[in-house]
């Protein structure tokens, strides 16, 4: 069965580096997202991406983030200088699209810890 | 825009019991309803949804009722076991591929 990966599952970094996450959506789906979880808490919405742009952002979504698709199959997350609210897990997603096939399939996560 | 609560935020039952999660939404134009279980380390699986177009589905042990009225919905899990023990997490969205709002989670525990 198709399925979304994340890699790594886990990154430890520095407060103030740059982290990059890495996705790799289900093949034939054309909208991807971010979400993160803070230990404990609800998912929250970060960005989707559809047509090689961001289609809808949240608040969280400040000028340290940022996504990319740079090939035909990865999406990446980055986050330029990290701060320790970061730490979190973090969730892409995709769905296929159209008014009849908006499920949303998630990864595993990569669990990002800043310290 | 759209505000998602659940209820209860942790719930335990006895082996072969039904469980009831509930759900309520704020924005009548929400469309699509989805419940995701979250096991320990692991990404929220979708295991049932439903659309504003209908009231109840039904897969297997699973089902989830919707109230567009009153703008809730809820997921029943009947004859529980412990591998169902997780997070459920109940989500709305507006339309299309918009993103999807989740509430804050229900730790259901089983206890064989």
């Known amino acids: 069965e198709p399925e979304v990966t994340q890699t790594p599952s886990h990154q430890v970094t520095q407060m103030g580096q740059e982290v990059i996450l890495r996705c790799v959506p289900i093949?034939?789906?054309?909208?991807f997202y971010w979400y993160r979880q803070i230990l404990g808490q609800k998912v929250e919405f970060l960005v989707s991406?559809?047509?090689?742009?961001?289609?809808?952002k949240s608040e969280i979504f400040d000028d340290q983030f940022s996504v990319e698709r740079p090939d035909g199959s990865n999406f990446t997350l980055k986050i330029r200088s990290t701060k320790l609210e970061d730490s979190a897990m973090y969730f892409c997603?995709?769905?296929?699209?159209?008014?009849?096939?908006?499920?949303?399939?998630f990864g595993q996560g990569t669990r990002l810890t800043v310290v | 825009g759209e505000n998602v609560e659940q209820h209860p935020s942790t719930l335990s039952v006895q082996e072969g019991d039904s469980a009831v999660i509930k759900c309520t939404y704020s924005?009548?134009?929400?469309?699509?309803f989805p419940w995701y279980k979250q096991e320990l380390g692991k990404g929220p699986q979708l295991i049932i949804d439903?659309?504003?177009?209908?009231g109840e589905k039904k897969d297997q042990r699973i089902a989830v009722t919707l109230n567009k009225t009153a703008k809730h919905f809820s997921l029943h899990i009947t004859e529980t076991q412990p591998e169902d023990s997780a997070v459920y997490f109940c989500a709305g969205r507006i339309s299309g591929n918009t993103p999807l709002v989740f509430g804050k989670g229900t730790r259901l525990s089983v206890i064989a």
């Open positions: 924005d009548s134009a929400s469309n699509y």
């Open positions: 997603a995709s769905s296929a699209g159209g008014a009849f096939n908006t499920e949303a399939f």
């Open positions: 991406f559809y047509n090689n742009e961001i289609s809808e």
């Open positions: 093949s034939n789906h054309l909208y």
């Open positions: 439903i659309r504003s177009n209908v």
